[in-house]
């Protein structure tokens, strides 16, 4: 102590720190005047922060509640994957990640880790503990990742995502795919630990918290998890952990040392507290009212949009090799079909799209996409559920034969694992396929959904649903007129549909072109279909007649899509007893969709006896009139050679198909135009520039104006005259930079000051011969110019922005440059009412302890 002084300057300190005032009544008084020295106070302050952060703020107890809140942000996220996986098991990998991601985060911010080994650091962890979070079965003893482990975690960070939205869900029956809820939560959480941590603004660790929300949302199906719940948890106790923590940052910043000081901040935190609970119950009660009627719709998923890569067209449609079973393949043992429900049909292919040669399978659109199908495939379709056994004898191929709906698919044999990697369903099509190839010795087994089959007369009364079905392209020219033939006078769709199936049963003939059966030319091409109508005899087994009612029915409006595939001759096997499949056993059918039935199976199968006469005239369907192709008319007498009428057959014969060089005009004009546009209106405004100068109302204006066009010219030449210049110095410097028309140019400049402002008016005559000399210079001026530059030169706009305006670069790197200032200002704006109003309650709370005291001495 110092005699007199009061306390020294250690002594006050240490009283400070113990919460006493000491001699002059508060931290960092002078001890004379009571005065309080904001030097003292800053010093006070700054020991004060300068203790705190000798500790990192991950080694405290806030640090503890920072840790527990985003570890409770990121367990609300991954219940998000819970749809699209189908059972729990993506908890492990998912909450695991979010643990391993906050304990990098935790490392690195209580030992100061830099950016670089932080993220060295997280790869480490991710491959190290990838295999006993994410990928147990391929790891050592379910903990140590093997060389098999790594390369999965190596290839599902790149591609697992990918397959993620790409596979059918339920996802559990694809372990592989675990990768990427570990991965998602595992940087999310070492960057929301980062910046809760270390960060300033440590509120911006909910910003990968809700990136990581709207990703699982995206990955998932379209059937959410628990949506509302989801968003109030992570609104809620984000934003009051964020409040929290802003205002920890603004109290910290300004923290006196005192008890009182102490007691009035823990008051305004639990102030702060309590409005913001407050407040965010009231706004999650009223996003719980208002949430239910606001949504509408379907929830947008990726898995919705994106097409798998899977290459149809790398797969030749089974359809071509119709023949080959009934004919080759007659006998043969293909493969063998063990619990096929009375009635089952196995199908091989759905196909929807005809291209003029082959009918064949379509992905994306209304006709479904193939996604990857595992052991349990999601699907709402009603009907018994009934295992079905396949083993595979004789068959081989791309095209795996199915029964029903899918609702889900086991391997079995040696290529299990292979087989089921490489398998894809469409659920809209019933279609699945294994990219590898199925061969004599697989096995599967599938949970088949079959529905009861409705009767004709139940559909009779039930509206076929209107589905957009890839329009046929190159059909036959017969398909039209025979579709309104045998559709009669049918005007319901459905009743249109059953007329022209039931002409093409009672009037064709079927024959697959064996020995005992009438010739009969394989393939459904148009070629091969325009024979079949327009023969009196239609003379083809399935494969044209499907594809012929599948063609003609789109004609009258009805949706339709051909079938392959195989089922039994009636009362030939027993329901659930082995059915063997054998070549003969191929069949192909129409499907039509039906609202409450889905697609419903139709067969047009001609019976084998019927007779090759074509039927007496009074059992044909009629020709409507106005569809029967008009009689050629009668031919003129034969022209003799060399005469006129060759010449215009000739004409005729080569004539030009203006339609369709109108079409490609127009798709090469409009591109054109659209990019010439812009070009257009600069000459364009250039034009009427000039105009509006030579016409002005004042002769002396026009004379102004003529000088104005040569300044523009040589300005959008590269002579730079600024706005301000006279024209004698305009004059100067075009004859500095455009040497060509140097005397021309200064006489000009002189000429137009002397009209300007010379005692007299000037005359029409006056005027039209300055022009005419400005026309002289501003062609000199280009002249000795190459092309190019004097085109650049016409589309320029220098001498609209002025030659002394910034470059445009300049313009938008500036305008760049002001945003971020300029949403600093309107930040700092919006903050100052709430810190002006913190500074007043400090200087008023610093007043009313002062006050006593100073009485007091």
Do not use: C
Request: aromatic letters at 6%; zero cysteines.
């Amino acid at each position: 102590m110092t005699e007199g002084n009061g306390p020294a300057p250690d002594d006050r300190t240490s009283h400070a720190e113990a919460g006493h005032t000491g001699g002059t009544g508060h931290t960092g008084s002078t001890g004379r005047t009571g005065g309080t020295s904001r030097t003292s106070v800053r010093a006070g302050t700054t020991r004060a922060r300068g203790r705190d952060g000798d500790r990192p703020r991950a080694l405290t107890v806030a640090g503890a509640v920072d840790g527990a809140v985003l570890l409770a942000l990121l367990g609300v996220v991954a219940v998000g994957f819970g749809p699209a996986w189908g059972t729990t098991g993506y908890l492990v990998p998912a909450l695991g990640g979010a643990v391993v991601g906050l304990l990098v985060a935790w490392l690195g911010a209580w030992l100061r880790w830099s950016v670089l080994l932080t993220a060295a650091t997280t790869v480490l962890a991710y491959f190290l503990l990838g295999g006993a979070l994410a990928l147990p079965v391929t790891a050592i003893g379910g903990v140590v990742p093997s060389l098999a482990t790594l390369q999965e975690l190596a290839l599902g960070a790149v591609h697992g995502w990918k397959g993620f939205v790409t596979t059918v869900p339920p996802l559990a029956s694809f372990p592989e795919l675990a990768v990427v809820p570990y991965l998602l939560l595992l940087l999310t959480g070492v960057l929301a630990g980062t910046i809760a941590w270390r960060g300033r603004l440590a509120a911006w660790a909910l910003l990968p918290v809700v990136v990581a929300l709207a990703s699982v949302a995206l990955l998932g199906t379209i059937l959410p998890a628990y949506p509302l719940a989801q968003g109030l948890v992570v609104a809620v106790v984000g934003l009051l952990w964020g409040s929290w923590r802003a205002a920890e940052s603004r109290m910290g910043a300004n923290r006196l040392l005192s008890e009182a000081s102490r007691s009035a901040t823990r008051r305004l935190r639990a102030q702060r507290l309590r409005g913001g609970a407050v407040l965010l119950a009231i706004g999650g009660l009223a996003a719980v009212v208002a949430a239910p009627p606001m949504a509408h719709g379907e929830r947008l998923a990726l898995r919705e949009l994106i097409t798998p890569p899977l290459d149809l067209h790398q797969y030749t449609s089974p359809l071509v090799g119709f023949r080959h079973y009934t004919k080759d393949l007659k006998d043969a043992e293909l493969f063998t079909v063990t619990g096929l429900p009375e009635g089952g049909r196995v199908r091989l292919a759905t196909l929807d799209t005809y291209a003029g040669t082959v009918y064949d399978a379509s992905s994306g659109g209304a006709t479904g996409v193939f996604n990857r199908a595992g052991e349990v495939v999601d699907t709402v379709a009603a009907g018994t559920r009934t295992p079905v056994q396949v083993s595979v004898t004789g068959y081989s191929g791309v095209w795996l034969p199915d029964v029903g709906e899918l609702g889900g698919i086991t391997f079995g044999g040696e290529r299990a694992d292979e087989l089921a990697s490489t398998t894809y369903y469409n659920a809209t099509s019933g279609t699945a396929l294994s990219t590898s190839g199925l061969r004599p010795g697989d096995s599967y087994e599938i949970d088949a959904i079959v529905s009861p089959t409705p009767s004709e007369d139940d559909l009779a009364t039930v509206p076929i649903q209107d589905v957009d079905l890839p329009r046929p392209e190159d059909v036959a020219d017969e398909v039209p007129g025979k579709s309104a033939q045998f559709a009669a006078d049918a005007t319901e769709p459905f009743e249109k549909f059953v007329n022209i199936r039931d002409t093409l049963v009672a009037t064709g003939v079927y024959s697959s072109g064996l020995e005992n059966q009438p010739p009969s030319r394989p393939g459904h091409s148009a070629a091969r279909i325009d024979t079949l109508l327009a023969q009196d005899e239609m003379v083809g087994d399935d494969e044209q007649f499907a594809v012929a009612l599948a063609l003609m029915a789109q004609q009258a409006g009805v949706p339709a899509r051909v079938v392959m595939g195989f089922y039994p001759e009636k009362d030939a096997v027993e329901a659930g007893e082995p059915y063997t499949v054998t070549g003969g056993d191929v069949h192909a059918w129409v499907e039509v969709p039906f609202e409450g039935y889905g697609w419903v199976p139709f067969d047009v199968v001609p019976d084998e006896d019927n007779k090759v006469e074509p039927l007496p005239r009074s059992k044909q369907v009629p020709k409507p009139p106005v569809l029967e192709t008009p009689e050629s008319p009668e031919e003129p007498p034969q022209a003799e050679a060399g005469d006129v009428e060759e010449e215009d057959q000739d004409d005729d014969q080569t004539a030009i198909d203006w339609r369709q060089v109108a079409m490609i005009a127009v798709a090469v004009a409009v591109p054109l135009a659209i990019l010439a546009l812009p070009l257009l209106l600069i000459l364009g405004f250039k034009r009427r520039r000039r105009g509006k100068r030579r016409s002005a109302p004042v002769l002396a204006d026009r004379v102004s104006g003529g000088w104005r066009e040569v300044v523009d010219a040589a300005t959008d030449l590269g002579a730079g005259v600024p706005r301000a210049a006279t024209r004698r110095e305009g004059a100067r410097i075009v004859a500095d930079q455009v040497p060509s028309a140097a005397t021309s140019t200064v006489q000009l400049a002189h000429r137009a000051d002397a009209t300007v402002f010379g005692a007299g008016a000037p005359t029409d005559d006056d005027v039209a011969r300055f022009w005419s000399e400005v026309d002289d210079v501003v062609g000199t001026m280009r002249a000795g110019l190459p092309w190019r530059r004097r085109l650049a030169a016409r589309l320029s706009l220098r001498s609209v922005r002025g030659a002394d305006a910034p470059p445009v670069g300049e313009v938008v790197r500036r305008w760049f440059a002001a945003v971020p200032a300029a949403a600093g200002r309107l930040g700092r704006a919006a903050v100052r009412p709430l810190h002006d109003r913190m500074a007043r309650a400090r200087r008023r709370k610093d007043g009313t302890r002062r006050g006593p005291r100073q009485e007091d001495r």
